[in-house]
């Protein structure tokens, strides 16, 4: 199969990009190195660990002559586009940049697949379109009304755009929501790659609430199993939703502790009140994905963290 990866040397794009080339697939992917979130030469370290394996181009998807181009010049079977402006808090400060990255930038995607005949588009979205909720765990029929964070709105407008272009010109579609991917090559702005830094610096994490909050995290290698379980049943012309996440949670005050035990080192913990656009929990429902995808994940958080840590002091 030859496939299309936006943000291919973004964490999870790097590795879903390794795991598709050790499986047969070509890959042509698409990056623009962005700096939002983290420095361009981390995002080409990632690319260099793929070597000549994957047919890269440097762009934006935003380009639509570039999209254009590159859909003209490949015969794609489908597209797998994970490339977005990520992260709740920053979000908050740009919304009209996360609008026209994530909403333009997947129209542009689709309307490319459209125009080519590419009848599979896999959308990575997020757990965050659940909103601020107690009410768990969460369900793919759950009303995704109230996302608390433009860059949840920005995602859960993709997620209905894909929906728009299945029933219109059936392409098949399928929207993922990751629930706190973590593992090697995680973004450093991220909470356990940031905490562990902190922590092995010496300096104080930052510890919003009492502690209380709670994540369901899901590791790496999980996640690409359910990308790649998904791309291959996305067909028939059919939206679908998925959840991926660990279907666990673990509270922010128990995580720290893991990052402890992981990097050999005590916190200085800074405690500051509840952010804007977090929410209190995420707790990810898998039934829809185990029935279709045979997803089950197998890493639980006290293994995941460990790898995460193993990977971690290796680095400079």
């Known amino acids: 199969m030859k ?8 964490f999870i794009g790097s590795h879903l990009a390794a795991r598709l080339v050790a499986r047969g697939d070509s890959v042509v992917g698409l990056d623009n190195f962005d700096e939002t979130l983290y420095p361009a030469p981390l995002h080409r370290r990632n690319l260099a ?3 000549d394996t994957v047919d890269f181009t440097e762009g934006d998807f935003l380009d639509a002559d570039l999209v254009e181009r590159l859909f003209a010049a490949h015969r794609f079977d489908a597209v797998i586009h994970l ?8 979000s908050l400060a740009q919304p009209k940049r996360y609008q026209r ?14 125009a080519h005949a590419v009848n599979r588009f896999v959308f990575a979205s997020s757990s965050s379109v659940y909103g601020a909720r107690n009410e768990v765990p969460f369900r793919e029929t759950d009303p995704a009304v109230k996302p608390a964070s ?30 706190t991917v973590y593992g090697p090559r995680q973004r450093p702005e991220m909470a356990i790659h940031k905490f562990a830094r902190l922590i092995r610096e010496g300096k104080p994490v930052p510890f919003y609430g009492d502690g209380s909050t709670a994540r369901d995290y899901t590791f790496i290698d999980d996640i690409i199993d359910g990308v790649v379980a998904s791309l291959d049943q996305c067909q028939g012309g059919a939206h679908r939703v998925y959840n991926l ?37 995420t707790y990810a429902d898998v039934t829809h994905a185990a029935r279709d995808l045979d997803y089950a994940p197998k890493v639980p958080i006290e293994d995941g963290i ?11």
């Open 49 to 51: 660990l793929l070597g």
């Open 306 to 316: 460990a790898r995460f840590c193993a990977w971690f002091k290796e680095q400079p």
């Open 245 to 281: 996440g660990g279907s666990r949670t673990t509270t922010l005050a128990r995580l720290v502790e893991l990052i402890e035990a992981g990097v050999g080192k005590q916190a200085i913990l800074d405690r500051q009140p509840d952010q804007p656009g977090d929410v209190p929990i």
């Open 3 to 10: 496939i299309f990866l936006t943000g291919v040397a973004g």
């Open 101 to 114: 990255v994530n909403i333009e930038g997947t129209l542009n995607l689709l309307e490319a697949c459209r």
């Open 83 to 90: 490339g977005a402006l990520a992260g709740v808090r920053p």
């Open 150 to 179: 433009p860059y949840a709105a920005s995602k859960r407008a993709g997620e209905l755009f894909c929906s728009n272009y299945s029933d219109l010109y059936a392409i098949a579609t399928s929207a993922l929501r990751f629930f």
